[in-house]
């Protein structure tokens, strides 16, 4: 049904971290997954568009381009895995080959032909696969909420947020500062509910406390991110000017920072290691970043020819889930229909901000519990602690490793001066 086999190495997309794990039976889990569709009310029709779409994605990151000699412009290197994706996506192959190398771009008032790198139709690809992935997940969500609501008033809920943690590799870029920029600002929330509110609810008691500051206030580091004229505000900014390049997004990061906020540096080259443009100093520690390609990476362009296609797909799913979608210039993606006001634009870190400041905004109406859980291994059994490499690649801090020792000294502290007074 999918024209897939069943090795995982043949689609990249599936096979760059661990593809299997011993204490998973995966043929029991997708029949398990089958099952649940059934029982959540699912049609078979909206059931097959889920697979079908998952395969042609898988399909999608297969896709092989070159360079036309003397040219650069890309062409197909084969179509297989062009075929197979526009098969099960409803759409005609050689349009989508034609959209991904030549698509329809407006210039003014009129649209014209443009021809696109191998690299350029490389990131359409990936984008659109994404784009693709993120709107079918988004559209179960909504559509296992509603097979789920009771229609009765709801007062209370309960809620579990999975934190990974920071991110410290030898290579770090933007999905790197999105993550650790997430991570600083659950560490606050955290340090902020384990010892400013709880020092404060001891002077509420009476207890005669005198307040201790732990230096933990990662709101320097978050600013420098977040506010305007931070790292992602000059990201925005770039942007939006056609002529800028990696290397001015570099250089007013260095005119704004460099010197002048102890939480920004410059990063020491070493033998080896990777290369790296600016340094940040995290709660986590000191990272380095590589910023090639952030540009292109914040604005997350889709091919809006290829968008026009899927919204004329005749897998209905496909088309139902771009049927809203609206280009940058606020036109269908097709060339037709209603101007919206305004610009649906909105580049990845506006809408990483949007989405964490939502969440802060939730967390902050919550009576919050943390727990500390060990990490994974791949068979449930009991196992003698060890730094394992794979942990230490990663440099994935926990959030409760320091702060836990901090709390047990806060809670000694609060015995001996209860012992103090009470003789």
């Known amino acids: 049904m999918l024209l897939i086999t069943n090795n995982p190495y043949d689609y990249s997309y599936i096979s760059q971290g661990e593809v299997s794990v011993a204490s998973i039976n995966d043929s029991e889990e997708l029949m398990a997954t ?3 569709f059934d029982v959540l009310g699912f049609s078979q029709e909206e059931k097959m568009g889920v697979y079908k779409l998952t395969g042609a994605i898988m399909h999608h990151g297969n896709m092989k381009f070159k360079q036309k000699q003397r040219e650069e412009q890309a062409e197909p290197d084969g179509t297989e895995a062009a075929d ?31 021809g696109q790198s191998v690299d350029q139709v490389y990131y359409s690809i990936g984008a659109l696969g994404k784009s693709v992935y993120e709107k079918m997940f988004n559209w179960m969500v909504v ?87 931070g790292i992602m505000s000059i990201l925005e900014e770039e942007c939006m000017f056609p002529k800028a390049s990696d290397q001015t997004f570099k250089s007013k990061l260095y005119d704004n920072h460099l010197g ?32 090639g390609g952030w540009l292109v990476k914040n604005k997350d362009p889709l091919n809006e020819t290829v968008v026009g296609l899927y919204q004329k797909s005749s897998l209905k799913l496909l088309s139902m889930l771009f049927s809203s979608y609206a280009g940058a210039d ?32 939730n967390l902050k109406t919550t009576h919050p ?55």
């Not at 197979?84 to 014209?112: F, Q, T, W």
């Not at 659950?186 to 002077?203: A, D, P, T």
């Not at 909105?346 to 400041?357: G, K, W």
């Open 34 to 36: 089958d099952s649940a």
């Open 84 to 114: 197979k994706s526009a098969y099960l996506m409803g759409l005609n192959s050689a349009d989508l080959i034609k959209g991904l190398c030549h698509p329809r771009v407006k210039v003014g008032n009129e649209y014209v032909t443009k």
């Open 143 to 229: 559509r296992i909420n509603h097979s789920l609501d009771t229609k009765q008033h709801r007062e209370y809920f309960i809620g579990v947020l999975d934190i990974a943690g920071f991110e410290i590799f030898d290579f770090n870029t933007f999905e790197q500062l999105c993550i650790n920029y997430t991570n600083e600002k659950l560490q606050q929330f955290f340090n902020h509910h384990m010892f400013v509110l709880e020092q404060e609810e001891y002077k509420k008691e009476g207890i005669d406390w005198e307040f201790i500051d732990f230096g933990m206030d990662l709101q320097a580091c978050i600013d420098l991110i977040e506010k305007p004229m």
């Open 260 to 291: 002048k906020n102890k939480m920004f540096e410059k990063p020491r080259p070493a033998k080896g290691k990777a290369e790296a443009h600016f340094a940040l100093v995290h709660y986590a520690g000191t990272v380095d970043y590589n910023i």
């Open 330 to 361: 606020g036109d269908k993606a097709s060339g037709k229909g209603a101007k919206k006001k305004g610009s649906s634009f909105q580049t990845v870190s506006a809408l990483h901000r949007e989405n964490l400041a939502k969440l802060m905004n």
């Open 369 to 423: 519990h943390f727990v500390r859980s060990p990490p994974p291994t791949e068979c449930h059994l009991s196992i003698k602690v060890t730094t394992s490499t794979r942990n230490m690649d990663a440099r994935s801090e926990s959030f409760l490793l320091l702060t836990q020792r901090l709390a047990r000294l806060l809670t000694q502290l609060l015995a001996r001066r209860l012992t103090q007074l009470t003789g």
